[in-house]
């Protein structure tokens, strides 16, 4: 009897420990995926979506219609980071920031990684077209394609990739107003500017910080093909600048009110201040600065139309 119940005991400690492996296993299969997906820009982009919805809504939101759009952007946004990683699983080897990636680190089958990449893609379009509109489902299949396919190669080609990688990166604001509204007007173009614009700072100061990772894996980047940094100097100052007229657009078309005026103008400035130390220091430090200020630039400019409008 005390064998028998020894037995069970070992059996349930081994079922235990069997389960326990194959919960961390599940965990780390998770945790790639969600490195795949690249997290970090997903929540820039369901962050612009929710602006570019809110602003394109006239009367009560659809908070349904709403979850629906993300859910759809965000499994495109997922699986064109997928296929990014798939794309660049050779440069990745090169650099510091990279090199521990799934795919260079050999975590996953770069055939696994393209198929999920496809899957996720394709049904967050389906999702927009089946369940939003014809217009939102375009506009985020554009997106795909020109991340993917425009600007990913064109990284080993030309420093303007970062001014052509973020025409995809300032559509989802689009997808969000269509979602919303049905259609496309100036207002609309408005967000998109300025989201065009405020990727150029965010971008270049990432682009200053990772140089030396990007001359090793042969990365047009402008610091990298002009070290001295006047070159990137002047790209973050000139869109930086047009940033302010275009931000207060909003106010002066009778879109938003004097709060978001106010509010914006304090962002816009506290963002163009935050790169000053990087024009008269170029070190590192100067530029993570930057690149933290474009980081709250966004849902600072969100909170600051919500309350605009009312709602809180």
Excluded at 4 to 24: G, V
Excluded at 125 to 138: A, R
Excluded at 145 to 168: A, D
Excluded at 191 to 211: E, G, N, V
Aim: with cysteine; charged share 15%.
């Amino acid at each position: 009897m005390h064998f028998t119940c020894s037995y069970y005991t070992i059996k349930q400690t081994e079922r235990s420990k069997l389960l326990k492996i194959k919960k961390e296993i599940a965990k780390s299969r998770l945790s790639i995926y969600a490195e795949l997906s690249k997290l970090n820009i997903l929540s820039l982009v369901l962050i612009a979506t929710i602006l570019g919805y809110y602003l394109g809504t006239s009367g009560l939101i659809s908070w349904k219609r709403l979850f629906i759009t993300l859910l759809g952007t965000a499994l495109t946004a997922s699986g064109s980071g997928a296929l990014n990683h798939y794309l660049e699983r050779e440069t990745d080897k090169f650099m510091v920031r990279t090199k521990n990636r799934p795919l260079p680190a050999g975590l996953i089958k770069p055939a696994e990684v393209m198929n999920y990449g496809v899957l996720m893609v394709l049904a967050g379009i389906m999702i927009l077209v089946i369940q939003v509109n014809m217009l939102t489902g375009f506009i985020a299949l554009l997106t795909a394609f020109l991340y993917i396919v425009v600007y990913t190669p064109l990284k080993k080609i030309t420093w303007l990739n970062t001014s052509i990688g973020s025409i995809p990166g300032a559509l989802p604001i689009l997808g969000g107003w269509t979602a919303s509204s049905g259609s496309i007007d100036a207002m609309a173009w408005v967000l998109f500017a300025i989201m065009y614009l405020w990727q150029h700072p965010h971008f270049y100061s990432i682009a200053w910080i990772c140089r030396s990772d990007y001359a090793e894996a042969k990365l047009k980047m402008l610091p990298v093909i002009e070290p001295d940094g006047n070159s990137t100097i002047r790209q973050i100052f000139w869109h930086l600048l047009l940033m302010m007229p275009i931000t207060f657009l909003p106010f002066i078309q009778g879109t938003l009110g004097l709060f978001y005026m106010i509010g914006a103008f304090m962002i816009t400035s506290a963002f163009f201040v935050s790169a000053l130390p990087l024009a008269w220091n170029r070190s590192d430090k100067s530029a993570l600065l930057l690149l933290k200020a474009s980081v709250f630039y966004l849902p600072s400019l969100l909170l600051i139309i919500i309350i605009d409008k009312g709602v809180l």
